[in-house]
């Protein structure tokens, strides 16, 4: 018993020295920095209270480390304020982030708005143009401070003071991540290792000063160091100064930097004897036109706190305008100051200015007339001439003619200005024909293979969609291409010519600009345009007398200069002469001269294009194309003239705008009357008001979108069957010529009760067709008119009584039959509808058609 007691005793006891040395280990853990113990012994065998080896926690050195220290140091107040505040530093919720915010706003750039001095006034009024005082753009978008900066490289000499925060970083047996912040004392103290003087240690050398003071108390640890937000420093800007007061700037700033805190000088401040001063001396001057002009940076010194920047008054200014580099207002430097060495800071002359010619204006006050002009060259002596406060030197340029060239212009290859020779004649200036070939006929041949390729599909829809008579398939529900596809458009641009104007009828949601496009791109549409036609007969050279400044003209005829060039339309030139090629188009010839291509299409034995002499007509024409085929429909034949297009198409704007004139007179008469209705009655005018100006600003809109086709009726009886009596008509270039198929169907829309195309029949009527088709309640059956297959229109006002007015008309293959909706007379507007009716007469005589009209309509 006694023996097994005493064993227990020592077991008992070595369990708690154990237990007491685990526990002074844990208490002296910042004493051991966390290095774990040697040995392999096994900690389990020392009971609970001893942790193994692989738990214990590596030293780390870090802000927020300190920071729980210094909260901890509080509670127990066993720690110094400073590295409390420290604690709470790293504590801190805004961070970093919240002063890079403040800085990126402190750094926003501000627009320095200067006002104009009383010498800049002064030359405005005098040459018209505010001159800005050289240099002013240098400072024209400076930030609002230079606060102290943490993403700019520190240089390496940069010495180290306080205010400076460095970011330390270490690994190996410690890690550490520790931003610290040298005191006003001149270190900075670091957990565990203490403090480390900085104070006067270049920004190169202090990575090794604390690499150093690690290297003490630890073995194998590897230190970098890297700088963050520098100090501030305060510096004051006085003088002439756009901003002058106390500016806090970053110790790495110079005096340009300072300069720009401050806006720089104002209008009356120097720019050239800017001065720092400290300790009561001065200790430099900057010439700020060196470093604008040239960059030199001799006299910008790196500022230090408590440094002075004063910006005296300006000496005097001169005006440098005209050709020159940089116009401005500069400033002089000293009373010896030339006209070279102002030339020297503003960037030398172009190479436009004229060195013959210079203008010094001077100011004298003390004579009578203060204000005198001299001229003199920019050599020699001009150059070193001495400048004074108060000169405005404008330098001239140089005059633009040549005294050795001659210009070829007009319908030419390429317009050029070449060089004038001794005996040289207009042949050597042409000396072939193609050089008279322009660039538009070159991209025009350039571009026919490509243009055919992109055409051929277009084509080949165009040509398989035409119907030869001009009306395409319109009889009801049978070809796509019908009334269907006509009746279901709201867009006049969708609607196709159905009266028989050669026009392509296709689908309702083709357009016609589609239909214009194709039929101007087409092959046959470019043929015997390649080449712009020359004027061979006139061409003119203009020769300027330079002793009375007259002009005179020079006409010889072009084609003799080839096929003649001894004769005397080969005018020797002048130095100085322009000479001018013309096209046909550019100044009209007689037709007899021109070359004419015109097409035939349809019911001819052979359609094509065929180059046409002068005087040939109509009848030429059929009888190059071989004559009319059996099929062919004399009075359905169209003619197109573009030159009757554009008439027709400045006709229709004109027609345009009356009709909206006519509108908006009616909309002031109907605002007019509101005024003395009731609120009720006005109320409801007024909506019903909005609604019918919508709808005819939607008639207006869609009635400027019509497109006229240049087609010119001929006239001729329905009846007749010889193409002999078709009008004795010259042709000219570009014309076309459609005979159609006799068609075998008639056309009716509008008001009826089937909008169809039934059979032509031989002596029918209107009234015969209206009984097929039916017409409606609405229908305004006296005011019917017919769309004739030659472009003509038929209404009961030009038909009279005879045969009981438009329904006794006699039908011919392809006419179309239009019945009107009748008009309710109770607005307004009511004129404006009627009026629809009476522009069918000129839709008509412009071409565009019974499409148009019914979509005017609708």
Same mark, same amino acid.
Not at 118 to 138: C, H, R, W, Y
Not at 243 to 260: A, E, H, I, K
Not at 268 to 282: A, C, F, I, L
Not at 350 to 364: G, M, N, Q, S, T
């Given at each position: ?243 002058? =007061? %106390?500016? /806090? $700037?970053? &110790? @790495?700033?110079?005096?340009?930097? *300072? #300069?720009?805190?401050?806006?720089? !000088? ?68 000293? =009373? %010896?100051? /030339? $006209?070279? &060495? @102002?030339?020297?800071?503003?960037? *030398? #002359?172009?190479?436009?200015?004229? !060195? ?503």
């Amino acid at each position: 018993m006694f023996k097994f007691t005493k064993n227990f005793a020592a077991v008992a006891l070595a369990a708690t020295s154990v237990a007491a040395f685990a526990q002074d280990m844990n208490a002296n853990r910042s004493d051991l920095f966390n290095q774990e113990p040697s040995g392999n012994t096994s900690m389990s065998m020392m009971g609970e209270g001893m942790a193994s080896p692989a738990q214990q926690r590596r030293l780390s050195i870090t802000n927020s480390q300190v920071g729980e220290l210094g909260a901890a140091a509080m509670r127990n107040g066993t720690m110094s304020g400073t590295m409390g505040a420290q604690g709470r530093q790293g504590m801190s919720p805004d961070g970093e982030n919240g002063d890079i915010d403040r800085r990126e706003w402190n750094n926003r750039p501000v627009r320095i708005e200067k006002k104009p001095s009383e010498f800049q006034k002064f030359v405005a009024d005098n040459t018209g143009k505010m001159l800005p005082i050289f240099g002013s753009e240098f400072f024209a978008n400076t930030p609002s401070t230079f606060a102290p900066v943490s993403n700019t490289p520190v240089p390496s000499e940069y010495a180290l003071g306080p205010g400076d925060e460095l970011m330390i970083r270490g690994w190996g047996t410690i890690d550490i991540d520790f931003r610290a912040t040298i005191d006003r004392n001149g270190t900075i103290s670091i957990p565990t290792i203490g403090s480390v003087p900085l104070a006067g240690v270049k920004a190169g050398d202090a990575q090794n000063v604390i690499r150093a003071a690690v290297g003490r108390l630890y073995k194998g640890v590897t230190v970098t160091v890297t700088f963050g937000q520098l100090r501030a420093m305060t510096v004051y800007v006085v003088g002439q100064a756009n901003r002058p =007061g %106390t500016y /806090t $700037v970053s &110790s @790495l700033s110079t005096l340009v930097t *300072g #300069l720009f805190a401050s806006g720089g !000088p104002n209008a009356n401040g120097s720019m050239r004897h800017v001065q720092v001063k400290r300790g009561g001396k001065v200790a430099a001057e900057l010439d700020l036109y060196a470093f604008i002009a040239k960059g030199d940076k001799s006299g910008d010194i790196k500022l230090q706190d408590g440094d002075t920047i004063f910006i005296p008054p300006a000496g005097g200014f001169v005006a440098l305008t005209g050709k020159v580099n940089s116009p401005s207002v500069f400033e002089l430097k000293t =009373g %010896t100051d /030339t $006209v070279e &060495s @102002l030339l020297d800071v503003a960037g *030398g #002359l172009p190479v436009v200015a004229d !060195p013959r010619r210079a203008f010094l204006e001077r100011i004298d006050p003390a004579t009578n007339r203060p204000r005198t002009v001299e001229e003199f060259a920019l050599e020699g002596k001009g150059l070193k001439r001495t400048l004074k406060n108060g000169d405005v030197l404008n330098i001239t340029s140089i005059t633009p003619a040549f005294s050795n060239a001659v210009v070829l212009r007009g319908n030419v290859d390429q317009p050029v200005r070449a060089p004038f020779t001794s005996g040289m004649r207009v042949s050597d200036l042409i000396p072939s024909r193609e050089y008279l070939i322009s660039r538009k006929s070159t991209r025009r041949q350039n571009n026919v293979i490509a243009a055919s390729g992109n055409n051929e599909r277009s084509t080949t829809e165009r040509n398989g969609s035409r119907n030869v008579n001009g009306m395409g398939d319109v009889q009801s529900g049978m070809g796509p291409y019908g009334m269907d596809g006509l009746k279901n458009s709201n867009n006049i641009n969708n609607i196709n010519n159905i009266n028989g104007l050669g026009a392509t009828n296709r689908r309702g949601n083709d357009t016609e600009d589609r239909r214009s496009n194709v039929e101007a791109e087409s092959i046959a549409a470019s043929i015997g345009g390649l080449i712009d036609q020359i004027n061979w007969d006139y061409a003119v050279i203009e020769r300027v007398n330079r002793s009375d400044l007259s002009v005179k003209l020079i006409p010889f005829n072009l084609g003799r200069v080839f096929s003649n060039p001894n004769g005397p339309d080969n005018v020797q030139l002048q130095p100085g002469d322009t000479v001018t090629i013309f096209s046909q188009d550019d100044v009209a010839v007689p037709m007899d001269k021109r070359q004419v291509f015109v097409r035939i299409e349809g019911e001819v034995n052979v359609p094509g294009v065929y180059q046409m002499t002068a005087g040939d007509t109509l009848q030429t024409l059929i009888a190059k194309a071989g004559g009319p085929t059996g099929n062919a429909y004399l009075f359905g034949t169209a003619f197109y003239r573009e030159e009757v297009r554009k008439e027709q198409q400045a006709n229709l704007q004109r027609a345009a705008d009356r009709l909206e004139t006519q509108v908006r007179s009616e909309q002031s008469a109907q605002m007019a009357n509101l005024r003395a209705m009731s609120p009720t009655e006005a109320a409801a005018s007024t909506a019903q008001f909005e609604t019918e100006r919508r709808i005819a600003e939607e008639r207006i809109a869609r009635f400027r979108n019509l497109q006229s086709t240049g087609r010119i009726a001929f006239g001729l009886e329905p009846t007749e069957r010889s193409f002999a009596r078709l009008p004795q008509v010259t042709l000219q270039n570009g014309d076309r010529l459609v005979v159609p198929f006799k068609p075998a169907f008639v056309h009716v829309f509008g008001s009826v009760n089937v909008e169809a195309s039934p059979l032509w029949r031989p002596n029918s009527r209107v009234k015969d067709y209206l009984k097929l088709a039916g017409t409606t309640s609405d229908a305004d059956v006296d005011n019917t008119f017919v769309l004739r297959v030659d472009g003509t229109v038929v209404s009961a006002e030009s038909q009279g009584w005879f045969f009981g007015k438009i329904g006794g008309l006699e039908i011919m293959p392809g006419d179309t039959i239009v019945v009107p909706e009748k008009i309710d007379k109770t607005t307004a507007w009511s004129r404006f509808t009627q009026g629809a009716r009476e522009w069918t007469q000129i839709l008509a005589n412009f071409g565009l058609g019974a499409a148009a009209v019914k979509t005017l309509k609708d």
